[in-house]
């Protein structure tokens, strides 16, 4: 009986003695925590920001900060230089990627992040941006513009005001299955591709190129209650235009104004003028000063019946003076295969071009580059005999 | 709704895209003017006297330029610079052109020219024609060489030249024309047929005045006149050989035979036969005789005359009811009718170019000279008056002649040619009256 006795106390003092010690023992047991704790040290901002495939558009202009990429371009920064992303560095700082498995995957994402951020950042535009739709306002931009800006009321681009809502998600991470197993796999600090990192600081600096001639400013879409969702149709002409603009004076003064540029004139045309000949063009009235010119010097009296059916296209050069080149007159092109009649109406053409420019046509000399060469179409079509 | 935003992005997109390269375009080329309207006016031309290069050449040197000049000026597409606003003259033939001289008067072009005397009697004439603005010669020099008599077809010659190098077509000076001269009162008039050169000089008589004389043609070649005579007391058509003189009667029909004309090749007269109250068309072969009847409706056809190719005829005829002008074919058959204006129609004359058929047109109480195409279409009155008649083509088909008559106790025909554009009306200069004309071709 005492036997039992003497086990059972036995037993009793090896289970007190286990609880004694057993506890420190199971302390020193458990599961390490540290990932956890680590990744929390990742600031909200910076990990939604790193690991968002769409970041916002103040945010992908104004992540790779300047200082940043100037400091790394240079020398190759070291691995644990790299990431230095809204103070998420400081906790990866202290860890050494080789030595830290359980953040191995973290830190790769994060490199790998800061890589691609700093590569995709050369060229963000506008059509990039997510949110950025074209639509034309219901009402007159110009009329809701209380900027001073003045914007004309046609189609414009216009950015959606931002979302109210922050787009860093403020709940923690959850943290990591416990049984994944650390990964023996030793990865190299990746290093920014220099020719990439040389490309950034241009492009970082300035605005986003806008898609538009026409400004919009941002503060005037957040004051927007809201982006316009259907198109008008545009105005048609008005009928009475020949009245409203009474004289030639006026309509060549505003022709002269919109093609000649101005930045409030249509923005595609300025563009597009500036690969030709500088100054404004010629106004209707010296295109019609040439032309009649050219009129009262052309002489069909003399041509034959078949001559007067020939449309001719003659093609010369000016001097500074106004007169025309020895040697520049010639044939472009003719309506008639017949040499006689073609060479006819050609020389009807040509004389008409001589007289006319005997004493120099009278035409503004600093628009030069625009009436240097001429190309004249004669057509007797209206002086012909019916 | 979606469809709208889809078609306005589009419009933008296809704005944006090519809009800057219209406007590129319209701006980096040459600048591009088309000339609609001109002026039509003579030409202002120079011809300083010609190089006498001897003595004896020294009348004919003169009264050359003056026929050149005469001629172009007369075709109403060119106008002289009278000599004495000329700053310089031509003293030598050979020497170089002082353009400055020229260019200053505003002449657009110059006629250089020489003659001389040979020993053997025969004159050489000389030119040369200058671009004055160009700076350049217009073609070779050419020389014409030929007796004392002829000058003034080697005067015409030289205009020929002139004018078809600056006009690009067909001249017609170096032509006659032969007519119906006419002398004497009213009431008592004497008519012959006569010629003369197109410009009324060289006038010579062909027959006498003893029988009453019509509507003389000239064959294709100029060496033969068909006219209708009343000598055997009908109207009659006889044929003139002009190199001998020698006349015969065509024809063995029976009636009153009149409006005779040349088929293109020559050899067939186209003739209107009036025999019992009915009129038609027939045509006879010269050499044998063989008569061929073309038309056969109980109305009045007459005034025939051949398409340039010779296949189609166009005529006058009242089967509808008035005076027509009608086509068909030279083998007769089916016509059909190509005038349909107010009035009425007659002696249609097709142009030597074949594309306008020139006619007379009575419409209340005046007489128009007037060409229509072949179609009846683009019809225009060139002429109007008391009595106007008779249209001849020039030899290039730009000029017409007919006969006006003036109206009252006094009234007598005179010969006046037209532009067919209507402009440079003006009075052929015959000694005494004409009418009935017709125009040569182009001397050989």
């Given at each position: 009986?005492?036997?039992?006795?003497?086990?059972?106390?036995?037993?009793?003092?090896?289970?007190?003695?286990?609880?004694?010690?057993?506890?420190?023992?199971?302390?020193?047991?458990?599961?390490?925590?540290?990932?956890?704790?680590?990744?929390?040290?990742?600031?909200?901002?910076?990990?939604?920001?790193?690991?968002?495939?769409?970041?916002?558009?103040?945010?992908?202009?104004?992540?790779?900060?300047?200082?940043?990429?100037?400091?790394?371009?240079?020398?190759?920064?070291?691995?644990?230089?790299?990431?230095?992303?809204?103070?998420?560095?400081?906790?990866?700082?202290?860890?050494?990627?080789?030595?830290?498995?359980?953040?191995?995957?973290?830190?790769?994402?994060?490199?790998?992040?800061?890589?691609?951020?700093?590569?995709?950042?050369?060229?963000?535009?506008?059509?990039?941006?997510?949110?950025?739709?074209?639509?034309?306002?219901?009402?007159?931009?110009?009329?809701?513009?209380?900027?001073?800006?003045?914007?004309?009321?046609?189609?414009?681009?216009?950015?959606?005001?931002?979302?109210?809502?922050?787009?860093?998600?403020?709940?923690?991470?959850?943290?990591?299955?416990?049984?994944?197993?650390?990964?023996?796999?030793?990865?190299?600090?990746?290093?920014?591709?220099?020719?990439?990192?040389?490309?950034?600081?241009?492009?970082?600096?300035?605005?986003?190129?806008?898609?538009?001639?026409?400004?919009?400013?941002?503060?005037?879409?957040?004051?927007?209650?809201?982006?316009?969702?259907?198109?008008?149709?545009?105005?048609?002409?008005?009928?009475?235009?020949?009245?409203?603009?009474?004289?030639?004076?006026?309509?060549?003064?505003?022709?002269?104004?919109?093609?000649?540029?101005?930045?409030?004139?249509?923005?595609?045309?300025?563009?597009?003028?500036?690969?030709?000949?500088?100054?404004?063009?010629?106004?209707?009235?010296?295109?019609?000063?040439?032309?009649?010119?050219?009129?009262?010097?052309?002489?069909?009296?003399?041509?034959?019946?078949?001559?007067?059916?020939?449309?001719?296209?003659?093609?010369?050069?000016?001097?500074?003076?106004?007169?025309?080149?020895?040697?520049?007159?010639?044939?472009?092109?003719?309506?008639?295969?017949?040499?006689?009649?073609?060479?006819?109406?050609?020389?009807?053409?040509?004389?008409?071009?001589?007289?006319?420019?005997?004493?120099?046509?009278?035409?503004?000399?600093?628009?030069?580059?625009?009436?240097?060469?001429?190309?004249?179409?004669?057509?007797?079509?209206?002086?012909?005999?019916? | 709704?979606?469809?709208?935003?889809?078609?306005?992005?589009?419009?933008?997109?296809?704005?944006?895209?090519?809009?800057?390269?219209?406007?590129?375009?319209?701006?980096?080329?040459?600048?591009?003017?088309?000339?609609?309207?001109?002026?039509?006016?003579?030409?202002?031309?120079?011809?300083?006297?010609?190089?006498?290069?001897?003595?004896?050449?020294?009348?004919?040197?003169?009264?050359?330029?003056?026929?050149?000049?005469?001629?172009?000026?007369?075709?109403?597409?060119?106008?002289?610079?009278?000599?004495?606003?000329?700053?310089?003259?031509?003293?030598?033939?050979?020497?170089?052109?002082?353009?400055?001289?020229?260019?200053?008067?505003?002449?657009?072009?110059?006629?250089?020219?020489?003659?001389?005397?040979?020993?053997?009697?025969?004159?050489?004439?000389?030119?040369?024609?200058?671009?004055?603005?160009?700076?350049?010669?217009?073609?070779?020099?050419?020389?014409?060489?030929?007796?004392?008599?002829?000058?003034?077809?080697?005067?015409?010659?030289?205009?020929?030249?002139?004018?078809?190098?600056?006009?690009?077509?067909?001249?017609?000076?170096?032509?006659?024309?032969?007519?119906?001269?006419?002398?004497?009162?009213?009431?008592?008039?004497?008519?012959?047929?006569?010629?003369?050169?197109?410009?009324?000089?060289?006038?010579?008589?062909?027959?006498?005045?003893?029988?009453?004389?019509?509507?003389?043609?000239?064959?294709?070649?100029?060496?033969?006149?068909?006219?209708?005579?009343?000598?055997?007391?009908?109207?009659?058509?006889?044929?003139?050989?002009?190199?001998?003189?020698?006349?015969?009667?065509?024809?063995?029909?029976?009636?009153?035979?009149?409006?005779?004309?040349?088929?293109?090749?020559?050899?067939?007269?186209?003739?209107?036969?009036?025999?019992?109250?009915?009129?038609?068309?027939?045509?006879?072969?010269?050499?044998?005789?063989?008569?061929?009847?073309?038309?056969?409706?109980?109305?009045?056809?007459?005034?025939?005359?051949?398409?340039?190719?010779?296949?189609?005829?166009?005529?006058?005829?009242?089967?509808?009811?008035?005076?027509?002008?009608?086509?068909?074919?030279?083998?007769?058959?089916e016509a059909r009718r190509i005038s349909f204006g107010n009035g009425r129609y007659g002696t249609p004359v097709w142009s030597?170019?074949?594309?306008?058929?020139?006619?007379?047109?009575?419409?209340?109480?005046?007489?128009?000279?007037?060409?229509?195409?072949?179609?009846?279409?683009?019809?225009?009155?060139?002429?109007?008056?008391?009595?106007?008649?008779?249209?001849?083509?020039?030899?290039?088909?730009?000029?017409?002649?007919?006969?006006?008559?003036?109206?009252?106790?006094?009234?007598?025909?005179?010969?006046?040619?037209?532009?067919?554009?209507?402009?440079?009306?003006?009075?052929?200069?015959?000694?005494?009256?004409?009418?009935?004309?017709?125009?040569?071709?182009l001397l050989k």
């Amino acid at each position: 009986m005492k036997t039992g006795i003497y086990i059972s106390g036995f037993g009793h003092i090896a289970l007190l003695g286990w609880l004694l010690i057993g506890g420190f023992l199971l302390s020193q047991r458990k599961p390490p925590t540290m990932t956890v704790s680590s990744v929390t040290i990742v600031s909200p901002e910076a990990f939604a920001a790193l690991t968002s495939n769409a970041p916002a558009p103040d945010t992908a202009i104004g992540q790779p900060k300047p200082p940043q990429i100037d400091a790394a371009s240079p020398d190759r920064p070291k691995p644990e230089d790299a990431p230095r992303l809204n103070g998420a560095g400081a906790a990866l700082k202290v860890q050494e990627p080789s030595k830290s498995p359980d953040l191995s995957a973290i830190t790769s994402s994060i490199k790998t992040k800061a890589q691609t951020v700093l590569a995709d950042m050369p060229e963000p535009s506008a059509p990039d941006a997510p949110g950025v739709t074209l639509l034309v306002p219901t009402d007159p931009i110009a009329a809701r513009d209380n900027t001073g800006i003045k914007v004309p009321d046609r189609l414009a681009i216009v950015t959606p005001p931002e979302p109210s809502s922050p787009r860093v998600d403020t709940t923690p991470a959850p943290a990591p299955d416990p049984s994944a197993e650390k990964s023996n796999l030793t990865q190299k600090a990746t290093v920014p591709d220099a020719a990439a990192t040389k490309a950034i600081p241009k492009t970082t600096a300035k605005a986003p190129e806008q898609a538009s001639t026409r400004i919009v400013p941002e503060s005037n879409t957040k004051t927007s209650p809201r982006a316009p969702v259907r198109s008008s149709r545009p105005k048609g002409r008005p009928r009475d235009l020949a009245k409203r603009v009474n004289t030639a004076s006026q309509i060549e003064k505003a022709l002269a104004q919109a093609q000649a540029g101005g930045k409030t004139g249509p923005k595609p045309a300025v563009a597009a003028s500036k690969a030709a000949p500088s100054g404004p063009p010629l106004t209707i009235s010296e295109k019609d000063g040439l032309r009649l010119a050219v009129e009262n010097r052309w002489n069909l009296g003399s041509l034959s019946s078949d001559a007067m059916r020939v449309t001719v296209t003659v093609g010369f050069s000016l001097g500074r003076d106004g007169k025309p080149l020895p040697g520049t007159i010639r044939l472009i092109s003719s309506t008639d295969a017949s040499n006689a009649a073609s060479k006819q109406a050609y020389e009807a053409a040509r004389r008409a071009i001589l007289l006319s420019g005997a004493k120099g046509f009278d035409l503004p000399a600093q628009k030069y580059e625009h009436w240097r060469d001429i190309e004249m179409t004669f057509n007797p079509e209206k002086m012909r005999i019916k | 709704m979606r469809s709208l935003a889809i078609i306005s992005t589009l419009s933008l997109f296809l704005t944006a895209v090519f809009a800057p390269q219209f406007v590129a375009a319209q701006t980096t080329g040459p600048l591009r003017i088309e000339i609609t309207e001109g002026v039509i006016e003579p030409m202002p031309i120079a011809a300083p006297a010609f190089v006498a290069e001897n003595t004896a050449a020294q009348q004919l040197a003169d009264d050359l330029a003056q026929v050149v000049v005469s001629d172009l000026v007369g075709s109403g597409i060119f106008r002289a610079i009278p000599r004495k606003a000329q700053i310089s003259g031509i003293s030598n033939f050979d020497a170089p052109i002082q353009f400055s001289d020229w260019k200053a008067i505003n002449a657009q072009a110059l006629i250089t020219g020489s003659v001389s005397v040979r020993l053997s009697g025969k004159i050489a004439v000389k030119f040369r024609l200058f671009d004055v603005f160009a700076q350049t010669a217009l073609g070779e020099g050419l020389q014409f060489v030929g007796t004392r008599a002829d000058w003034r077809r080697m005067a015409h010659k030289v205009a020929d030249s002139v004018y078809s190098r600056l006009t690009g077509e067909k001249s017609y000076f170096d032509s006659r024309v032969v007519f119906v001269s006419e002398t004497g009162p009213k009431n008592a008039r004497l008519k012959r047929l006569a010629m003369m050169d197109y410009d009324g000089a060289n006038l010579q008589f062909l027959t006498d005045d003893r029988s009453l004389v019509l509507a003389p043609r000239f064959s294709p070649d100029n060496s033969r006149v068909l006219y209708t005579s009343y000598e055997t007391g009908v109207p009659h058509v006889f044929l003139l050989n002009l190199k001998t003189m020698r006349r015969k009667k065509i024809g063995a029909l029976q009636g009153m035979m009149f409006a005779p004309r040349f088929s293109p090749d020559g050899k067939t007269a186209l003739v209107s036969l009036s025999d019992r109250g009915n009129t038609d068309i027939y045509s006879i072969n010269l050499a044998s005789g063989k008569q061929t009847r073309l038309t056969s409706s109980p109305s009045i056809e007459t005034a025939p005359s051949y398409s340039p190719d010779g296949k189609q005829i166009v005529f006058e005829s009242d089967r509808a009811g008035s005076q027509q002008i009608y086509v068909m074919a030279a083998s007769g058959g089916e016509a059909r009718r190509i005038s349909f204006g107010n009035g009425r129609y007659g002696t249609p004359v097709w142009s030597p170019r074949g594309d306008l058929v020139a006619f007379t047109m009575m419409n209340k109480g005046r007489f128009h000279i007037g060409v229509m195409r072949l179609d009846g279409s683009e019809e225009r009155l060139l002429t109007s008056s008391f009595l106007d008649e008779g249209p001849t083509w020039s030899p290039n088909g730009r000029v017409l002649m007919f006969f006006r008559q003036t109206r009252g106790a006094d009234g007598a025909p005179s010969l006046y040619s037209v532009d067919i554009s209507g402009r440079n009306l003006k009075r052929v200069n015959v000694a005494g009256f004409g009418s009935d004309p017709s125009w040569s071709g182009l001397l050989k």
